[in-house]
């Protein structure tokens, strides 16, 4: 006998080799019917046929949980594989795993497949689920897996093959005819695929290598029920209405131009919000003693070496030579606010030193990469670097904290927080990695702060907070970040005098709030649908006369607002009322007023705001002290 330890902290003894299906039964039937898989000692994930040899502690999963939704995925791609080559016998399957609300399968076939072709798989593939097949795993030898494949004709499976050890069991699984090379872990049959649907197919080169093959790409999506599924298709209808591209050119914010791939042309309505963010951000910042500084776009080669820039981001920089001597666009500004904090000579009781600047950086992306403002070839960071003693660190980063959040907060942004640990790509000092991941762990149990481990995924110079933002449609966004760094110092031999009279080198703190201001912007731009703040938006109010002779009464609203710092313009076409208000709505500007001589007579305004049917009669006084609390206080 074994004895199993169950999520709920019971234990229960069960004969040696029970499979994890016999187990849910003994706890309920109805629980058989719902799981999916389970999870050994909080680590590995296994099928409902697996047996237990030895004593554990199991949870049992369902198909409504993540870790169930996720085996649910991946199975779905296999059925997918599975009903594409009954299609089209002649494909070549390579991979196919999980991805962020769905799955895909990376295949060649000699034909390019279309919207109909999809049809036809996802009928095919629900074939397959109504037959309900048992997935079944099989273990088998390096040889007799490459028999097999050999036989099918699968060369990319092949290729799998030979990056596993031959010693070690290759594991197969299986429905109705069809076999596959997988790890695991799947349902106990296709039946349990109750909500899916095929999105689109893509380019995508074998193994990530543009050296290889171009593969094509066959995008689906996968949920525990249609009701979640139809939820979803719902949202992505919602996010092609808010895309910012789409917005950003009705709007006419920002332009792309083929005479700078990837490099956003902010148009006057854009660049008015880009002020905006700028300025909310230099307040908060003048209020925590940040000083705002600015380095050149440009540098010489060897500092970029000496930072360690070179060795990790030379890639995706863009270089230059003047006087034989050979310079980089920057693709960070903290070499820059290095070099200024080594321009004076601070003591102990000068620190915290915070250096702020909206740098703009230039980093190289792939032609395909490029998405909007979303991602660019150059961008604006809202970059501060804080020069501090170790003894500052935690109460420097717990500021950070507080202007994030309210910045955050003024956006209506809910977020979660990210602890980020060193990459495989950094610079060496184990001992000092660990000081410095310990600092941020203890900052964030000091703080209480909920946190995710995200492990190797720091910067190559230190480990990381991040900042994920959740948008109007509850789409995450990396933006924020906070980076201790005891390395870079020391590679500019940075140092302050301590109280003993000596040279001390300080530790960096890497922040920014908005990430990239561009990215920001774009995300702004879909969170609120195109529909800005009053303190955001480019024409805070339009006024339309009734007629030509209202326009006396238009300019003198006009003069009142623009008093308190209102953007505010007169539409003073010849077009009917009715257009002149429907074309104000498409501009998505937050109020309009329609001034007559009833207006005019009671010294009023008719004010409708955006997206809200009926209007309201304000005076003049009451709507201007209205708008302008809204824009001092940054409301919503």
């Known amino acids: 006998m074994i004895q199993i330890v169950l999520a709920d902290g019971n234990k229960k003894e069960f004969p040696k080799g029970s499979t994890v299906a016999e187990i849910a039964e003994s706890i309920s039937v109805s629980l058989k019917k719902k799981a999916v898989g389970a999870k050994i000692n909080d680590e590995r994930i296994v099928d409902m046929s697996h047996r237990i040899e030895e004593d554990v502690h199991l949870s049992i999963l369902t198909i409504d949980s993540d870790e169930g939704v996720s085996i649910m995925r991946h199975s779905s791609a296999h059925v997918m594989a599975q009903a594409i080559k009954q299609l089209y016998p002649n494909v070549q399957l390579a991979i196919g795993p999980v991805v962020e609300d769905g799955f895909y399968y990376d295949i060649k076939l000699d034909h390019s497949l279309t919207v109909n072709d999809l049809e036809a798989i996802e009928k095919e593939m629900n074939k397959i689920i109504k037959e309900n097949l048992s997935f079944i795993r099989k273990e088998v030898s390096y040889e007799e897996a490459k028999a097999l494949f050999q036989a099918k004709d699968e060369k990319f499976k092949l290729e799998l093959l030979d990056g596993v050890p031959k010693s070690e069991p290759i594991s197969l699984y299986q429905q109705g005819e069809f076999i596959d090379l997988c790890r695991g872990t799947h349902l106990p049959s296709t039946g349990f695929i109750k909500a899916f649907k095929l999105m689109r197919v893509s380019g995508a080169y074998w193994r990530g290598d543009s050296e290889k093959e171009v593969l094509q790409r066959v995008y689906g999506v996968a949920f525990s029920s249609k009701q979640e599924l139809g939820e979803y298709l719902e949202m992505l209808e919602e996010a092609a209405k808010r895309d910012h591209r789409k917005l950003g050119k009705q709007l006419e914010l920002f332009m792309f131009s083929e005479e700078a791939p990837g490099m956003p042309f902010y148009l006057p309505k854009g660049q008015i919000i880009r002020n905006e963010l700028e300025q909310f951000s230099r307040e908060l910042q003048g209020e925590a003693d940040y000083e705002e500084v600015r380095t050149p776009l440009m540098m010489n080669e060897r500092m970029w070496k000496q930072s360690g820039h070179w060795d990790h981001y030379h890639e995706n920089m863009y270089f230059s030579e003047v006087d034989e001597q050979k310079f980089a666009l920057k693709p960070m500004n903290c070499p820059g606010h290095m ?45 501060a670097h804080l020069f501090v003693r170790e003894d500052q660190i935690e109460a420097e980063i717990k500021s950070i904290f507080q202007l994030i959040d309210k910045v955050y907060r003024t956006f209506g942004f809910e977020y979660s927080v990210e602890l980020s640990t060193r990459p495989e790509d950094s610079l060496e000092g184990d001992a000092i990695w660990e000081i410095a991941e310990g600092a941020l762990r203890n900052v964030l149990e000091h703080l209480e702060i909920n946190y995710v481990l995200n492990e190797g995924d720091g910067a190559f110079y230190g480990p ?48 920014a709030i908005y990430g990239s201001i561009d990215r920001f912007f774009g995300i702004l731009i879909e969170h609120f649908g195109g529909a ?78 955006y997206g809200e049917e009926v209007s309201e009669a304000l005076s003049l006084k009451a709507f201007k002290q209205m708008i302008g609390e809204q824009i001092k206080e940054r409301s919503l």
């Open 339 to 383: 070099l200024i904090f080594k321009n004076s000579l601070y003591s102990y009781r000068d620190l915290p030193i915070r250096l702020s600047e909206f740098g703009q950086v230039h980093r190289h992306e792939y032609s395909g990469a490029l998405n909007g403002m979303l991602r660019v070839r150059t961008f604006c960071q809202d970059d």
């Open 464 to 511: 990381k907070i991040d900042f994920h933002i959740k948008d109007a449609l509850k789409r995450s966004h990396q933006c924020a970040t906070i980076q201790l760094d005891f390395q870079m110092p020391k590679l500019f031999n940075l140092a302050y005098i301590n109280e003993n009279n000596e040279k001390v080198c300080p530790v960096v703190i890497h922040r």
């Open 532 to 609: 800005f703040p009053v303190w955001l938006a480019p024409t805070q109010v339009q006024i339309i006369p009734v007629s030509s002779v209202h326009l006396d009464y238009c300019l003198e609203v006009q003069s009142a607002l623009r008093e308190v710092g209102v953007r505010v313009k007169i539409e003073e076409s010849n077009e009917k009322l009715g257009y002149k208000i429907r074309a104000a709505q498409m501009q998505k500007i937050p109020y309009l007023l329609v001034l007559g001589d009833k207006e005019k007579e009671q010294n009023k305004v008719n004010v409708r705001k």
